[in-house]
């Protein structure tokens, strides 16, 4: 009888000791997590990447020499992406524009594109571009320079209508070319304003 009360006893202090010891492990546990947070953020972070096809791609021209009236911050053109899994498009080319205030998320932008690798396939056209992007909004659409419709973009708005993504699908033979082009350039026109950009995209 006694054997019994004394193992009750023990049992009962073995399990306040084990409450006591989890108690203190997850206080100080959350504690020196947070301390040591920073530590291992850099050196897990040395290890860790995250694939650029989830992202738009690898950066191929960051443009920012805006001047003051300019609407917008910046303008980045990524080189194309293949093979990119688990996103609407495998194969796209992401265009981002940065702006100053969201009010002008809405208007129309024009980009007229000109890749190194097509010719001009008609001696009348007085165009020099190969493709056109109408981008209002959230709704976009790509032409060729004859006006002909290809396909629509696929956009993303971020940061409360102050970044606005744009990825052409590269699903037609047409677009299919961008793969195949080392320099590209673009006149942008927005409002009143506009601007000329060239990027290498290899």
Same mark, same amino acid.
């Given at each position: ?22 108690? #203190?492990?997850?206080?100080?546990? %959350? !504690? ?6 920073? !530590? ?11 694939? @650029? !096809? *989830? ?10 020499? *805006?001047? /003051? ?7 980045? =053109?990524?080189? @194309? $992406? ?7 498009? !495998? ?34 056209? /007085? ?5 056109? =992007?109408?981008?209002? +909004?959230?709704? &976009? ?5 004859? +006006? ?8 993303? =708005? #971020? ?8 990825? %052409? @699908? ?9 793969? &195949? ?12 304003? +506009? *601007?000329? $950009? ?5």
């Amino acid at each position: 009888m006694i054997l019994n009360k004394v193992k009750s006893a023990f049992l009962m202090l073995l399990q306040k000791i084990l409450i006591l010891k989890n108690a #203190l492990i997850c206080f100080f546990g %959350i !504690a020196v997590f947070f301390i040591a947070s920073d !530590a291992l953020e850099s050196k897990v972070g040395k290890f860790l990447h995250v694939d @650029p !096809a *989830f992202t738009g791609g690898e950066i191929a021209l960051e443009f920012s020499d *805006f001047s /003051e009236a300019s609407e917008f911050s910046s303008y980045s =053109v990524y080189k @194309p $992406v293949t093979n990119a899994r688990w996103q609407k498009n !495998a194969d796209y080319w992401q265009l981002v524009f940065d702006y100053k205030n969201a009010q002008d998320f809405s208007k129309e932008i024009k980009i007229y594109i000109d890749l190194d690798n097509i010719e001009n396939e008609s001696f009348e056209s /007085e165009k020099s571009y190969d493709f056109l =992007v109408l981008q209002n +909004g959230e709704s &976009g659409k790509v032409y060729n320079f004859k +006006g002909e419709y290809i396909c629509d973009t696929e956009s993303y =708005v #971020l940061n409360e209508n102050t970044r606005l993504k744009i990825r %052409i @699908p590269l699903k037609t033979k047409q677009l299919l070319k961008v793969l &195949g082009t080392k320099n590209t350039k673009m006149q942008i026109e927005f409002d009143d304003f +506009g *601007f000329f $950009v060239e990027a290498n995209l290899k």
